[in-house]
């Protein structure tokens, strides 16, 4: 079980094709993050959103386009993606840390993407 | 940039064995938490570690948090087909909320 709730669970697009992956958590944290996993990887950040705004871009590249609507849920835009851009889409939460501190991330089970 | 390895890459044991995974950072670190994560599911939050040559246990789970902070270890005792999965440590960068895995190390235990 999950307190991080990902849709859709699997999805297959075309390369000219325009989906979202949507992630929503409940548990009134204030930071939220994409992940992606390829196969036998760990998982890579992409994105942190604190209190809503932006806070880390890994130089991810413009076909994805994240979006927080508000503090409980967090959207990932695809648009004209590649077919190495298949992997597993994870999205975590968690209590912002403050200065020293490290909080535990609660993530979903992520949104296996294919790419055609 | 931050990097963290973890040996071995894979490991599998009899049921019953025990396990160690390592973690080395190149860098100091200012504390460091270690994941599960099974077959086909997501990353779950096992334990932090904050102080140096802290010893922290769960049931038959040992971590322990190396003196000069740059390593840890994740040790399981006497191994059971439900401790299958892939073992990461992650660090998180001071100052930020960012969170970088280890390389991870993928555990297979036999009946």
């Known amino acids: 079980d999950t307190e991080v709730t990902q849709t859709p669970k699997h999805l297959v697009m075309g390369m000219t094709n325009k989906k979202s992956l949507k992630c929503e958590q409940h548990m009134g944290h204030r930071a939220m993050y994409w992940y992606k996993q390829k196969a036998k990887k760990p998982p890579e950040l992409m994105f942190v959103y604190s209190y809503e705004k932006l806070s880390i871009n890994e130089s991810v590249p413009s076909r994805f386009s994240p979006e927080c609507p508000n503090s409980s849920l967090l959207n990932l835009h695809l648009h004209a993606l590649q077919p190495e851009d298949s992997a597993l889409y994870l999205c975590a939460s968690s209590h912002l840390g403050g200065t020293g501190s490290n909080q535990p991330q609660h993530f979903g089970d992520g949104t296996r993407l294919s790419i055609l | ?111």
């Open chain 2, 1 to 111: 940039g931050q990097q963290v390895m973890q040996i071995p890459q894979y490991q599998h044991v009899q049921e019953g064995e025990d396990f160690t995974t390592y973690c080395n950072s190149s860098t100091t670190l200012s504390n460091i938490q270690w994941y599960k994560q099974r077959p086909g599911g997501h990353p779950v939050f096992l334990i932090q570690l904050v102080k140096s040559g802290e010893v922290k246990k769960q049931k038959r789970l040992t971590f322990q948090f190396g003196e000069a902070k740059k390593n840890s270890s994740l040790h399981i005792t006497a191994t059971q087909t439900t401790d299958v999965g892939t073992y990461f440590c992650a660090v998180l960068i001071i100052n930020t909320d960012k969170l970088i895995f280890g390389t991870g190390t993928r555990l297979q235990v036999f009946p």
